[in-house]
C-alpha cells in the first residue's frame, strides 16, 4: 500500500492501538491504462484482481481491523507474489494498488489508484512506489511519489550481516515541509525486540518488545514488509509480540515528555499455525492526563485455501 506521510501515520495508529507506511520512474498520466501483469506492465484496462485458483494458499489474502472497518486485500499473481492492494473504509474502496514486475519477477514498481466517486468502477492514477535492488537482492531504496500533493517519500533500507533489515532512512520532501526520520531496529534471533526512531538530531519514539509468543507470524511473503502498512517489529519479526511498550517523546508544556503506550496481544491460530485473530488492549499514559486511557478491537487474517 502506499506510504504518503498521513496514510502511514493513519494506520500506524490503527495498526499500533495495537499499534499500523509502499512504493522505478515517475508515473505520467499514460499510467491509467496499465493493468496489472507477471511481467512488464501492458496496456489495459484499470488494474483488475487476478488470482488464479489454487495461488494464494497459505498466503495472506486480508486484513481486517476489528470495529473500524479497515480492511487490506492482496490478490497474487501465478509466482505466488502480490499483485493487487485494495483497502476499504467499511464499505467504501478508498485506494488501490497495481504491482508491477520485470521479465525475470523482480518487483519494479506500484501504480496508487484512487477511486472516481462520481463514475461507479473508474479510477485515477494518484502516484506511484520504484524500487531499486543491490547486488544482494535486497530491496535497498522505495521512492513513493504522490501526484496529487506533490509529496515525494524517500526511503533507503540498510542490512546486518545475517541479511535482517538494520536501518529504515526516511526523507518525506512536500511544499510544506522537510522531514527526515532515521529508524533502527535491534533483534533477539529472529525478532525485533527494540525499535528506536530519530529526527533532527531528536528522539522521536522508542518500541520495546517485551515478549512474544512464540508463533510464526502473519507476513507470508517477503515482499509484503515493504508493500503494506504495518510496523516494523510486525514486518520483520517472524514471531508475534505478545506486549510492547511504546514511548513517544512530544514537547508538552513548554518541557520534554512522554507518552507511553502498552499494547497487549492476544492471538487464536489455525491448523496452519498462522494467526487468525488478535483481541488486543492498548493503554496510553500521557502527560497531564492522570488516568490512562485502554481502548481494545481485533485485528482478523485471512489466508488463501
Known sequence: ?????????RHRILLHIAIVATLLTTGT??????????????IGADPIEVTPEGVAAGLLTRINIGNNGIVQQI??????QPL?????????LTEKDSVIYNTTGKLQKIIHYTPDFFKKGKFTVSGNTTFEWNNNNK??????????????????????????????????ASK??????????????????????SGNGQAISELTVIAVDGQQSYVTGSLLPYLLDIVENEAFSEQNASETKNIQYVNFNNKRDTIVTITKNSFQYNTQKRPVKNTFTSTIYSPGNPKPVTSA?????????
Do not use: W
Open 29 to 42: 498520466a499514460c499510467e491509467k491504462s496499465i493493468s496489472p501483469v507477471e511481467a512488464p506492465a501492458g
Open 75 to 80: 490478490s497474487y499473481n501465478s509466482r505466488q
Open 1 to 9: 500500500m502506499k506510504h504518503r506521510v498521513t496514510s502511514s501515520q
Open 297 to 305: 478491537a481485533t485485528i482478523d487474517y485471512t489466508y488463501g485455501k
Open 139 to 172: 530491496i535497498v531504496k522505495k521512492l513513493f511519489n504522490d501526484q496529487e500533493s506533490s509529496t515525494q517519500e524517500d526511503t533507503r533500507y540498510t542490512y546486518d550481516a545475517t541479511g535482517k533489515v538494520h536501518t529504515i532512512s526516511t526523507t518525506t
Open 176 to 197: 510544506y515541509d522537510n522531514l527526515k526520520v532515521l529508524t533502527t531496529l535491534y533483534y533477539e534471533q529472529t525478532n525485533v525486540v527494540r525499535i528506536t526512531r
Open 84 to 92: 493487487v492492494m485494495t483497502r476499504y473504509a467499511g464499505n467504501l
